[in-house]
């Protein structure tokens, strides 16, 4: 309950920051977009670069965000992804899961054909087929840019919520997921 609290209390504030920012230019610029994504998914302990042809020849995922504000502003996502797993057996299998990622992000330069920019936030991930399987919140921090005004495209690092991270590297040796993403904003 107390974490339901937080996220709503979090939702709010960052709502009502992105549309309360200044608008004192004379043209009428877009404060909210939607849209559609699509990417990719690889675990960071990958080495070899045939087990990240395997992971990527497995692992999609398809969803819908949207976007409230310009420069600060507010991102919240649905993914449904899905998941390549191999068993001991030799035989491969898909596993399920719904992602939804709440980002808050700062546009850090817009030259008019391509914008970058970076978000941070949370995401959570549950597991579609397997009812004993809790759902769970992991961190995400990405870069991306927006081009031509409606092509999106995104790099985020999701990683868990229980690691101890004094170092860069604690993170990538305790695992994460490198998110790889295109959308297109409407």
């Known amino acids: 309950m107390k974490s339901k609290f937080i996220l ?15 608008d004192s230019s004379t043209t009428s610029e877009k404060n909210f977009w939607y849209g559609f ?10 080495t070899t670069f045939e087990s990240i042809q395997d992971q990527l020849k497995g692992n999609y995922q398809i969803g819908a965000f949207m976007q409230f504000g310009r420069k600060l502003y507010f991102q919240p996502e649905i993914y449904y992804a899905s998941y ?16 939804a990622p709440l980002l808050v992000g700062l546009q850090l330069f817009d030259i ?21 399987t809790s759902s769970y919140f992991k961190w995400t921090i990405g870069v991306g840019a927006n ?5 999106n495209a995104d ?32």
């Open 84 to 99: 390549s797993v191999n068993s001991d057996s030799g035989s491969t299998s898909s596993i399920g899961f719904v992602k």
């Open 8 to 22: 709503l209390s979090i939702l709010l504030s960052v709502t009502t920051m992105t549309f309360a920012q200044d």
């Open 147 to 151: 081009v031509l005004g409606f092509i």
């Open 155 to 186: 790099i985020r690092y999701l990683f868990n919520n229980n690691i101890d991270v004094t170092e860069v590297q604690d993170v990538i040796t305790n695992g994460g997921t490198v998110n790889l993403t295109v959308g297109l904003r409407l």
């Open 112 to 132: 008019g054909l391509v914008s970058a920019h970076i978000n941070a936030g949370t995401t959570y991930v549950k597991q579609l087929a397997n009812t004993e």
């Open 37 to 46: 994504k699509f990417g990719l998914d690889a675990s960071s302990k990958t």
